[in-house]
């Protein structure tokens, strides 16, 4: 099927440790995205692709870091400079002006 | 501060009655955008409305938009249980290359 897979869906992350966010997509989009959510809050833009090898920083994307090198691929990691990396983390790929998420990330610091 | 902002921040009603949300925004549009988040989940796009549209219908959706207020509605009719749900607005500027902006959302809670 079509669609957008990230992994792992819960993780637990220790203090001062790096952790890897996938995101793959099966859709041929060119654009793909990152973005954090917090409880009862919207969605905020950490990083974002138009097109391989190419990545844009968001409203938030201090303590992160991404690669694109593959168009179907777009991981993010939480890096130990994010302070307050507990969160709810969406990837989504985008065709036009319409935006498919995934099923989303928990990251919990423990 | 976000583009969007929902109002209300959450409804509860019961089923069979007509669910309406509000999104205001501040900076001209190219369009705007609905999307429906069940808890845990990813968001899933309902309907997109353009900046030369003043209302669309997608099933029981119903969506305005009003730009010389700078603001939204999405109206669900003969609402379900199964409609219970966050639902997010979510816009793209008028200028140059714009990703999307989402508001905090409001949740609904349908009642049998």
């Known amino acids: 099927d079509g669609g957008i897979t990230q992994s792992p869906k819960y993780l637990f992350r220790k203090e001062g440790q790096n952790v890897t966010l996938s995101c793959e997509q099966n859709l041929n989009h060119d654009a793909m995205y990152w973005y954090r959510q917090d409880p009862g809050q919207g969605l905020r833009l950490i990083y974002y692709?138009?097109?391989?090898?190419?990545?844009q920083k968001g409203d938030i994307a201090e303590g992160y870091s991404v690669s694109r090198e593959k168009k179907e691929s777009f991981p993010l990691t939480v890096t130990s400079a994010q302070k307050n990396p507990t969160a709810f983390y969406l990837c989504?790929?985008?065709?036009?002006?319409?935006?498919?998420f995934g099923e989303g990330s928990w990251l919990t610091v423990v | 501060s976000q583009q969007g902002e929902e109002d209300p921040q959450a409804l509860s009603i019961q089923e069979g009655e007509n669910a309406t949300m509000n999104c205001s925004y501040k900076t001209s549009i190219n369009n705007l955008q609905w999307y429906r988040q069940n808890s845990g989940r990813g968001l899933v796009h309902l309907i997109l409305?353009?900046?030369?549209?003043r209302e669309k219908h997608s099933g029981r959706l119903r969506v305005t938009l009003d730009t010389s207020k700078k603001s939204s509605s999405l109206l669900i009719t003969a609402s379900r249980a199964a409609d219970t749900a966050s639902y997010f607005c979510a816009t793209v500027l008028s200028i140059g290359y714009s990703t999307l902006t989402f508001g905090k959302g409001t949740m609904l809670l349908v009642s049998p």
């Open positions: 409305i353009r900046s030369n549209e």
């Open positions: 989504a790929s985008s065709e036009g002006n319409t935006i498919y």
């Open positions: 692709s138009q097109i391989v090898n190419d990545f």
